[in-house]
């Protein structure tokens, strides 16, 4: 073939299928890497089950998914966004600047968060009050806040062994963090009667401005190294605590699950983190899941109301079914999300 | 300075001679040995790591490509896959892969009792050394032949990831002590249906040719899918890289003048080549995707990006041989009253080519291999579609790539994906390796001397 023929047929197909490229069949999501297998899951039987082809699942975490799924309405943009918090004020006001005014929350079920550590090391058992002492930048020393001064968990705790401190925590683009934040380090923080100080202390105009300076000094962390945010994936965090025995990791229940003989579990308040003591509500670290849904793109990309009440069917997500079979907490309240969705209901009450 | 008259009785040994050696050259030989010795020691430090390299890939790898199987008579039992009895496709279709559940289960209970068997395991733990794929290949077989519904048919399926990492022996019975997902019982049947014949150890062609599964069934997942993908990437960076590639080397070198603005366009096409390549990605996602409303996911859209990263490689290379054609040749064709740019086709381009075939391949083995542009064009994901059935499919549908699906398998929790990132590194090596030795004869046997 000549070489200029070669070159016009190149640049023929590519205008040819740039112009073909008009509608999209298969439903897009990207969001949080703890929904990510969920989600997978969800996609995959639902592809082998309708006549729809099977949706393409994205991680990323879930800020970086709801900044995506916030960029506007369009087959360029994604269609679900996967979540292991609630979506933010921030978010939904910059959802509405691009036009996703629309958005059906979807709550598929709960999620517990653990700490897990090498196998072969020391065992645990928690306190929030112990990952305060560890990880924040200040505590409590004879009522004056001071850098922290704790290098083993025998300084924070004289029950622990001599092991140096060294924790594993997701970055600040997961949900996790935020969980890890809420529940266990300002836990500590209010146990160990630092947030009053802080409360004490705070400089702000109103009693509101003054709580949210008291609790944003109570979760900053240290920054010398002891505590280390993980962005990648649960599997980086395992990485790291292989070839540093003295790490503790924060990881989400299924991937532990998966990874027993590698981990050992710590416990949380006295209580062994399982899917009955979760559900029961005994162990404490735990969060809710989530996916939004943008309402302008059902009846637009087929398949996106189907996959999300598939999602949500009892047979999918409830007891027995498959993601609870993976680590997920089935939600009791299932059957009310199962209504709101196929009455698509989007947040704020209007369907 | 020597003083000739301080020792004049003992006439002094000839400072230099050839058949001594002196200090000096004792030396400068000892530096030439010890250059050698490092030259050595740093090829070994090299051949040694890629030994390692090469064990640690191909001895983690290797499993992936064997697979344990159940074989099972599995009665399809009419009652529950058409109650109608009417084989009526749309009734058949409206039982779920759910609704195939207690088919697998009373499968494996018959074959378990049917060896004569004791266990006192439940049916759900039986039907758990199943993969959860078994109810949709069976789900695809009864829509596939629903004249087979009734009968009793022979399946094999595939074992799940546990049974089969203890047939490989990844897992033990230590390694599960604390393990859900398995029990020492369970293990316990699983010799004893060994022993039976009815689980065995197969090569599994799934693993090349099939597509990517969810996190709880990672002995289904396969490359295959994303192998296509590669390859419709490929083919859009060959079509555009390679022409745009030697039509702009060629204007540059045989008809551009030489003025500032050239050497401007030199310098950045060099600096192009050294970009990262997640910057073609961000541009990429901000040109092909939310300007021109391409469809995300898409091979062309991968392609096109990473012809962009291409290019340069492609335009260095084609340039580098054009020079190397003597300027005799060019001489002798317009000698002869070729025009300029006859002289170029008939004769400077034909013997540039062997050169800039391997700048092409080798630009290709490149982009083969790279992951981090993909990310931001979403083919970095769980992308389990069907391998694609025509050309504008392959281009367009979602797929993703080898490197990012061996990137996807490792991040997951499952170990069991863990081997099968090794396996499917090994299948991207072997294409490399491949590609990189096309080039290697090409310019052997084509590359001409002057």
Not at chain 1, 91 to 104: H, N, S
Not at chain 1, 245 to 263: P, Q, R, S
Request: hydrophobic share 45%; proline share 4%; glycine share 8%.
């Amino acid at each position: 073939m000549s070489f200029v023929k070669l070159t016009a047929s190149a640049l023929t197909i590519a205008a040819a299928t740039a112009t073909a490229a008009t509608a999209r069949d298969q439903v897009q999501v990207a969001g949080s890497s703890t929904v990510l297998p969920y989600a997978s899951i969800v996609a995959e039987a639902f592809g082998e089950n309708f006549d729809f082809p099977t949706p393409v699942v994205e991680s990323g975490g879930s800020s970086a998914g709801l900044k995506r799924f916030c960029e506007g309405v369009g087959e360029n943009t994604i269609d679900v966004a996967n979540a292991s918090r609630r979506i933010k004020a921030k978010e939904l006001a910059a959802c509405a600047d691009a036009g996703v005014t629309d958005i059906i929350e979807v709550r598929i079920g709960y999620d517990g968060i653990v700490f897990a550590s090498d196998i072969k090391g020391n065992a645990f058992e928690f306190t929030p009050t112990d990952w305060f002492l560890a990880l924040s930048n200040e505590i409590m020393v004879d009522g004056k806040m001071v850098a922290n001064p704790n290098k083993t968990w025998a300084d924070v705790n004289p029950a622990f062994p001599a092991q140096d401190i060294q924790a594993f925590i997701p970055g600040t683009k997961h949900g996790t963090r935020e969980v890890f934040e809420d529940k266990v380090i300002l836990a500590g923080c209010e146990a160990t009667g630092a947030f009053e100080h802080l409360l004490a202390h705070a400089e702000g105009d109103s009693a509101k401005a003054q709580k949210k300076a008291a609790e944003k000094a109570c979760i900053s962390l240290r920054t010398d190294g002891v505590s280390v945010d993980i962005d990648g994936d649960y599997t980086e965090t395992l990485a790291r605590i292989e070839s540093n025995k003295d790490g503790i990791g924060v990881f989400g229940l299924a991937f532990y699950e998966n990874n027993t003989d590698k981990l050992q579990v710590a416990t949380m308040s006295g209580i062994v983190p399982s899917t009955e003591s979760i559900a029961t509500g005994e162990y404490p670290v735990s969060r809710p899941l989530f996916f939004y849904v943008k309402k302008a793109h059902i009846g637009v990309i087929p398949g996106l109301k189907e996959y999300a009440e598939f999602f949500i069917a009892d047979e999918v997500a409830g007891a027995d079914g498959p993601l609870s079979e993976y680590g997920l907490v089935a939600d009791p309240e299932l059957n009310m999300t199962q209504e709101a969705v196929a009455n698509e209901t989007t947040m704020g009450g209007n369907s | 300075m020597t003083d000739l008259s301080s020792s004049p009785t003992q006439p002094a040994a000839p400072e230099n001679s050839l058949l001594t050696l002196n200090k000096r050259t004792k030396a400068r030989n000892a530096a030439e040995r010890r250059f050698k010795a490092y030259g050595i020691a740093a090829i070994s430090v090299g051949l040694i790591m890629l030994l390692v390299l090469v064990t640690t890939i191909v001895s983690r790898g290797t499993g992936a490509f064997q697979q344990t199987f159940v074989t099972l008579n599995v009665e399809l039992l009419e009652s529950k896959l058409d109650k109608s009895g009417q084989r009526n496709i749309e009734d058949i279709k409206k039982v779920t892969t759910f609704g195939y559940a207690p088919i697998v289960k009373s499968a494996m209970k018959e074959t378990v009792n049917g060896l004569g068997l004791q266990t006192g395991l439940k049916s759900k733990e039986l039907a758990g050394l199943l993969s959860k794929s078994a109810v949709a290949q069976l789900r695809a077989f009864v829509l596939a032949n629903p004249e087979q519904i009734g009968k009793t048919v022979e399946f094999r399926f595939l074992a799940q990831s546990r049974v089969d990492g203890y047939l490989k022996g990844r897992v033990t019975r230590e390694s599960i002590e604390n393990d859900k997902n398995i029990s020492p019982e369970q293990l316990d049947l699983v010799d004893a249906l060994v022993a039976a014949g009815v689980i065995e150890k197969s090569f599994n062609l799934d693993f090349i040719l099939g597509s990517d599964a969810s996190d709880q069934r990672p002995e289904a997942a396969g490359m295959g899918v994303s192998m296509m993908g590669s390859l419709f990437m490929m083919l859009v960076v060959l079509a555009l890289a390679l022409p745009i590639g030697v039509a702009a080397s060629i204007y540059l070198e045989e008809f551009a003048p030489k003025n500032w603005m050239t050497d401007v366009i030199e310098v950045n096409i060099a600096n192009l080549a050294a970009v990262p390549s997640i910057v073609y990605g961000i541009l990429g996602l901000a040109v092909f995707i939310n300007y021109r409303h391409l469809p995300m996911s898409a091979p062309l859209v991968g392609g096109l990006v990473l012809t962009l990263m291409t290019l340069p490689t492609i335009i260095i290379s084609t340039r580098a041989s054009l020079k190397a054609v003597p300027p005799s040749i060019r001489d002798a064709a317009l000698g002869v009253g070729a025009s300029k740019m006859q002289s170029v086709f008939h004769h400077v381009l034909p013997l540039a080519a062997p050169g800039n075939l391997t700048g092409t391949i080798i630009g290709l083995a490149q982009a083969l291999g790279e992951t981090a542009p993909l990310l931001l064009i979403g083919m970095v994901g769980f992308i389990a579609s069907n391998a694609p059935e025509t050309l504008s499919e392959g281009l367009l549908s979602p797929n993703s790539a080898m490197p990012a699906q061996i990137y996807e398998w490792a991040k997951r929790a499952d170990p069991a994906f863990y081997e099968r990132a090794w396996g499917g590194i090994i299948i991207l090596l072997l294409f490399l390796v491949t590609m990189n030795t096309v080039a290697v004869i090409l310019r052997r046997r084509f590359e001409r001397r002057w």
